[in-house]
C-alpha cells in the first residue's frame, strides 16, 4: 500500500480527522470507482445512485477495515457488490419479466444518452453483456482497468487462476461475438 | 495483454476506448452530492428503516383491511344468529339452574329440618317444594328404604 494510501487509513480511523481524509478518498477514488461501476449497471443515473451507495457505505463502515487487504481493492470490493446488488433488485422490481440480466442491461445501453462509442464499440459492448456476470466483470477489470490478477482477486475473492481461466473464456466467447456478426 | 492477440484477433483489433460518457461537471459536483446525502443519512431517519416500513406498508394494509372487514361481518353475523342466542340463553338458564342446586345442596339435612320446625319463620315451603327438594336430594331407593322402617 502507497503512503498516501496509508495516511487516508490513518486519517479515515481517527474521528476528529475522518471528515476531511473522506473527502480526500471521494477526491481520490471516485473517478475509478465511477467507471468500474458504470461498465456494470451501463446507465450513468443508475451509476451514479450506486457510486453514492458506495461511499456511503465506505463512511458506515470505515472502522471495519482489516488492513490486511489494500484501501483500493476494498473499495472496489464495495462498488462490485453495491452494483450487483442494484442490478438485482432493480430486476425484482422490473414489471416486465427479464430473462437475464443481460437484458435488462440492453436496454440500458440502448437507452443510455450518455453512451458515444461509433458501431465497433457498441457491438463490442453488446459482446460484453452477453457474458456471465462475474466474467463480465473480470473482463472488464483487466481489458480497460488493467488491473492485476492478485488485485483481483482480492476484490472478487477468487483465486487468480480462476480469473486468468474465466478472462480468457471472456475474451474467447467476446470474439466468436464479433466474428458471427461480421 | 500479449496473449489476448492470439486468443481474440478480432477483439484486440478494436481500439481500446471509453465509449461512455458523463455530464459536464459531473465529477467535480459529486463531492459536494454526497456531502449533502450524508448530511441527510446523519440526520435523518436510518434508510433502513425506512426501507423495512415501505417494504412491509402493503403487507400492513392489507392485513388491516383484512382485519376490518373480518371484524365488520363477521362478528355481527355471530352476535345475531339464532344458534347464537340459543346458546346464549341456555347458557343463562344453565347459569341459573346451577346456582339454584348449589343452593339446595348447601342445605345440610339439620338445618332443613330446624326451617320446617320453625312455623314462625320467615321462610315458607309449600308441598311442591318440599317435593322438589326430596327429588332433587334423594334417590327412589332412598325414599322407599325409608319409608320402609
Known sequence: MDNSGLDLITGLKNEKTR???????VKKYQERLYWHIRKIVMDHDDADDVLQNTFIKVW??????????????????IATNESLTFINSNKRRSLVPMNDTSEF???????DAHFEGDEIQKRLQEAILRLPEKQRIVFNLKYYEEMKY????????????????????????????????? | ?????????????????????VPENYFEDFSA????????????????????????????????????IFTLSYWPFRIF??????????????????????????????SFYAMLDNQNGSVYFTDDDLADFVNTNSSEYDIYSETGD
Open chain 1, 105 to 111: 442491461l440492453m436496454n440500458n445501453l440502448i437507452s
Open chain 1, 19 to 25: 471528515e476531511l481524509a473522506f473527502n480526500s478518498l
Open chain 1, 60 to 77: 458506515r463502515s470505515v472502522d471495519k477495515f482489516r488492513e490486511e487487504s489494500s484501501l483500493y481493492t476494498w473499495l472496489y470490493r
Open chain 2, 33 to 68: 452530492r454526497l456531502h449533502e446525502r450524508l448530511e441527510v443519512e446523519k440526520t435523518g431517519v436510518p434508510k433502513y428503516k425506512n426501507k423495512v416500513i415501505q417494504f412491509l406498508k402493503p403487507a400492513i394494509g392489507l392485513a388491516a383491511g383484512f382485519a376490518l
Open chain 2, 1 to 21: 495483454m500479449i496473449e489476448l492477440n492470439k486468443i481474440a484477433p478480432e477483439l484486440s483489433k478494436i481500439k481500446k476506448e471509453n465509449p461512455f460518457r
Open chain 2, 81 to 110: 344468529t339464532p344458534n347464537e342466542q340459543a346458546k346464549n340463553i341456555t347458557a343463562v338458564n344453565s347459569e341459573s339452574e346451577m346456582l339454584f342446586a348449589s343452593w339446595v345442596e348447601a342445605i345440610d339435612e339439620n
Open chain 1, 150 to 182: 492478485e488485485d483481483m482477486s482480492q476484490v472478487l475473492d477468487t483465486s487468480v487462476g480462476a480469473l486468468k481461466a474465466s478472462f480468457h473464456h471472456a475474451a474467447k466467447k467476446i470474439e466468436e461475438y464479433l466474428k458471427s456478426r461480421d
